[in-house]
């Protein structure tokens, strides 16, 4: 339900296509909550093999969620997480580290779902000599060349980082003032992967009746940060009866946020 809240549902406080997600009565787990998972373990930043990397200066680039079971609404989990690959795009260019994690039920014999994420290391490039290229990666969605089919507008609440954060990410860049103009921000940003679950909430009240199982899949990049208050405006494209396309940008600054996104509904 905190999770729920975070993304701004709730806001419709009689909806019951909000109420499902945030009251205990009929209650259901919002799809994209696996990305949330294994962040309240061990931090990366207390981690031996991670400690050269300067965190002020990673940015989350990427995210995929393949989903298998819809998750029940309470139960176990194990997460398990490993770094894929650390690719080196060069001295004073960075580097991506990628991740893979894999969602179980407490038995391991239900598997929820896969997700897979890349950070753009921008302080951490030249440790290889030259630059790499990940092996197996995939080119990111290409946006059908037409006019979107829909658009759906979002508009994020201002305190909307500060009832994300209290799912797992207490990044200070999403709180603290003086923490977000340090590292070039006006102020503090909105979460990446809330705006992720923002774009879930767009996909299923424009094309799969807000039903959290209809969600199989959701990827997409995050091409710049979105200020808590904006209005989050999604273009949508139907490609066939199971996948959509889409984009997402703020107007008031003429920025897309989220790019290259694609999303599988079930039917």
């Known amino acids: 339900m905190l999770y729920a809240l975070g993304l701004g549902l709730g806001e419709r406080p009689t909806d019951p296509d909000h109420l499902k997600f945030v009251y205990e009565e009929n209650l259901e787990a919002f799809p994209t909550l696996p990305v949330i998972f294994g962040l309240s373990g061990v931090p ?34 194990i997460c398990r997480t490993k770094v894929a690959d650390i690719v080196d795009k060069g001295v004073d260019k960075g580097a991506i580290l990628y991740l893979h ?48 089919d829909q658009t759906c507008d979002i508009q994020t609440l201002p305190q909307m980082a500060l009832l994300y954060r209290l799912s797992g990410d207490l990044n200070p860049l999403h709180v603290d003032p003086k923490r977000a103009t340090t590292v070039g921000f006006e102020h503090p940003i909105l979460h990446g992967l809330c705006s992720f679950g923002i774009a879930a909430r767009a996909i299923l009240q ?24 904006e209005t989050i405006k999604f273009e949508l494209w139907l490609v066939d009866e199971k996948s959509v396309s889409f984009r997402a940008g703020v107007e008031q600054r003429d920025a897309f946020v989220l790019n290259n996104g694609k999303a599988t509904i079930g039917l």
């Open 44 to 77: 990366m930043t207390d981690l031996p093999e991670m400690a050269s990397i300067d965190y002020t200066k990673l940015v989350h680039s990427e995210e995929n969620l393949i989903l298998d079971h819809a998750l029940p609404a309470e139960g176990d989990i």
């Open 101 to 148: 994690r894999e969602i179980y039920d407490g038995s391991e014999k239900i598997h929820y779902a896969t997700i897979e994420e890349s950070h753009f290391l921008r302080g951490n490039g030249g440790f290889a000599g030259e630059s790499t290229v990940k092996s197996g990666s995939s080119p990111p969605d290409s946006l059908p060349d037409r006019a979107p």
């Open 206 to 229: 424009t094309y799969a009746d807000m039903n959290p199982a209809r969600l199989l899949s959701l990827q997409t990049r995050f091409t710049a940060p979105v200020y808590p208050g």
